[in-house]
């Protein structure tokens, strides 16, 4: 999965801008991009590998672990950091969508 930029991000800094850095999650997997500071549009372009479960095979409680969650935070320098924007992705849709182009 590549997290390319975020955009139409809420405003938590002081400064009118925010120090934003992505979670992304499949499972109990998780990888965190580096923060980009001070932006109202970051870009990242950084790369992670997640081990995909077996979609087809799902059974009860499958649907979190065919699922990409992707959140946006601002990094607080005091308190918790703040959540920006959050994505839900079905990867199990997304797979079987013949109009996107991907790799594996």
Same mark, same amino acid.
């Given at each position: 999965? +590549?997290?390319?930029?975020? #955009? $139409?991000? #809420? @405003?938590?800094? *002081?400064?009118?801008?925010?120090?934003?850095? &992505?979670?992304?999650? =499949? $499972?109990?997997?998780?990888?965190? +991009? /580096? =923060?980009?500071? *001070?932006?109202?549009? !970051?870009v990242?372009?950084?790369e992670? /590998?997640?081990d %995909? !479960? !077996?979609? %087809? %095979?799902q $059974?009860?409680?499958?649907?979190?672990?065919g699922?990409?969650?992707?959140?946006?935070?601002? #990094?607080a320098?005091?308190? !918790?950091d703040? %959540?920006?924007g959050? &994505? =839900? @992705?079905?990867?199990?849709?997304l /797979?079987?969508?013949? +109009?996107?182009?991907? +790799?594996?």
């Amino acid at each position: 999965v +590549t997290v390319l930029q975020a #955009r $139409g991000l #809420r @405003i938590k800094g *002081k400064s009118g801008t925010n120090d934003a850095y &992505a979670v992304m999650q =499949v $499972g109990k997997e998780k990888y965190q +991009t /580096s =923060v980009v500071e *001070k932006s109202v549009a !970051p870009v990242w372009k950084e790369e992670a /590998s997640f081990d %995909l !479960p !077996p979609l %087809l %095979l799902q $059974g009860g409680g499958g649907k979190e672990r065919g699922s990409l969650h992707v959140q946006v935070l601002h #990094r607080a320098l005091v308190g !918790p950091d703040k %959540l920006l924007g959050q &994505a =839900v @992705i079905n990867l199990l849709q997304l /797979s079987e969508d013949k +109009t996107r182009n991907k +790799t594996e």
